[in-house]
């Protein structure tokens, strides 16, 4: 079964760091280009960021941009998100989603995991 | 960066009744490779996104062909022909032509 699934999310306080990760199975994962979207409670989805399958090319949303680092490790099948100086506005479920082709244009979001639950203080 | 705006927000419907949903985008999602980077989600409740339609009009595996998605440009709609209860949810696009990538803002379907 093609399978993603995240780990990582906690409470921290702002200011604080945190590594989301997330481990893809069923497939192989460096075929595909992976990204991270994000839900704040009762809001819509927001794209966070994306790399390539080989991981040579990542991208982020302007909010992110210099605070989030997204990587992969392909011998491992495993997404991260590095977060740092976190703010109260980054609480949120945060999803990763796989596109259907290795680098961009990611679309097509056919497999995402459940969720991990960051919550700022 | 491309805003994604969608119509209505709220969308009651009786089951067995059409339903249709609007979105556009502040650029054209026409690539030159001849297809528009335009997907539709729902996220029913509790739950994850589900990919709905792709590349504005290509259902997705396991679908209900009750769902059809049409469009090219900048102007969007996805029309579901009759509503079941099992529909009830966020229905949101996304436009995937450039980073960053954004969603509508979302319209919530319920059953009247």
């Known amino acids: 079964e093609v399978q993603l699934v995240e780990s990582g999310g906690r409470l921290v306080q702002s200011g604080g760091s945190l590594r989301l990760s997330c481990a893809g199975s069923?497939?192989?994962?460096?075929?595909?280009?992976l990204s991270w979207v994000r839900q704040a409670p009762g809001k819509g989805l927001e794209w966070v960021s994306g790399?390539?399958?080989?991981?040579?090319?990542?991208y982020y949303a302007d909010s992110v941009e210099g605070r989030f680092t997204i990587s992969r490790a392909n011998s491992e099948n495993t997404l991260y998100l590095q977060i740092h100086s976190l703010r109260v506005d980054d609480t949120a479920t945060y999803y990763c989603?796989?596109?259907?082709?290795?680098?961009?244009?990611?679309?097509?979001?056919?497999?995402w995991g459940q969720g991990t639950v960051v919550a700022v203080s | 960066d491309i805003v994604m705006t969608q119509s209505p927000l709220s969308l009651p419907v009786t089951p067995g009744e059409p339903a249709s949903i609007s979105c556009r985008s502040s650029?054209?999602?026409?690539?030159?490779?001849?297809?528009?980077?335009l997907d539709w989600y729902l996220q029913k409740p509790g739950q994850s996104p589900q990919l709905l339609i792709s590349?504005?009009?290509n259902r997705a595996s396991g679908v209900s062909d009750r769902f059809s998605g049409s469009g090219s440009g900048t102007d969007f709609t996805l029309r579901i022909t009759r509503v079941e209860a099992e529909d009830v949810g966020l229905y949101y696009c996304?436009?995937?032509?450039?980073?960053?990538?954004?969603f509508g803002q979302g319209t919530r379907l319920e059953i009247k």
């Open positions: 650029q054209s999602l026409l690539h030159s490779n001849g297809y528009n980077y």
């Open positions: 996304m436009q995937g032509l450039q980073t960053p990538l954004s």
């Open positions: 790399i390539s399958g080989s991981g040579n090319g990542a």
């Open positions: 069923g497939f192989t994962f460096s075929h595909y280009a």
């Open positions: 989603a796989r596109s259907p082709l290795m680098g961009r244009p990611f679309y097509a979001f056919q497999i």
């Open positions: 590349l504005g009009s």
